[in-house]
């Protein structure tokens, strides 16, 4: 066990975490950037005393469960997770409990600054955890009212579906998603549920499931016949946000087409949304977000 490295690597991360970004007051003065320890301690259901002493190095050899705890505190990457263990003498970090549900500051902010662009942020489980007002006015707009998980909507018909042509291709992309979902966070109860809802609801499902689908993420062309702006040829293209697992699905049309004059025009009705929140807690301007 790296003591020394391990209290280093703890102070760092927590005087880089803002807490706002945490919900938690910000007209507190407070000494140092960053939390308290007292705060990292509460997060992390630990004692404020045990954590000192991991920051002073004089900590005993975190347990994992110690370790997963300080790793969600302290809201770290997939790689910091396993410095962590690695810093503790932990060589083999268990797998992550389950898919990251929150979406971050600067992601939620760029869908702010796509205004004539459909924007969603995907979890790994097919929640949408974001989304712009051009997106819901494209997806309907009863999404964020219980029905934003797009394996839902595929497979069960849980929210506002309309016609395209890319569907059949999107349900083997779905299934592909939450395999490898599966497989990264098999003690994940929310994803559990989900996969046992589909399988007893979707007989589509459960055969898709048997053939094991790979995909990559990448670019799609689809048409979207959508009741007010009519038929639309749109073009959907992902940016991964790897150290969430979470994918960023950008909705456009092609210059100058007929698609994009309608999206501009729904883009022009659709305005800000009345309010939003950031990981069940921080206003973002401008977007959306939500759980599964």
Known sequence: MARQE???FLRERRAALRPRELGMPTGVPRRTPGLRREEVAELAHISVDYYVRLEQAR???PS???????AQALRLTPAERSHLFRL?????????TGAVRRVRPHVARMLRRLPETGAIVTDAAYGIVAWNPLAQAL??????RGTTNL????????GRMYESSGAEEFGHIV????RRAADRYPHDARLAALLAELRAGSEEFRLLWETRPVHAPGHRAKTLAHPTAGEL???CDVLLVPEDDQEVVLITADPGSSSARALRGLAATAGPPTGSRYGGRQPVPQCRTGGQ
């Open 6 to 8: 391990l209290a280093r």
């Open 59 to 61: 900590g005993p050899r």
């Open 139 to 144: 997806l309907g707009g009863d999404l964020g």
């Open 175 to 178: 299934v592909a998603r939450l």
């Open 233 to 235: 040829r749109l073009n």
């Open 151 to 158: 394996a839902r909507r595929r497979f069960l018909g849980a």
């Open 88 to 96: 503790a003498g932990t060589s083999a970090p268990p797998p992550a």
């Open 64 to 70: 994992p469960r110690v370790l997963d705890a300080l």
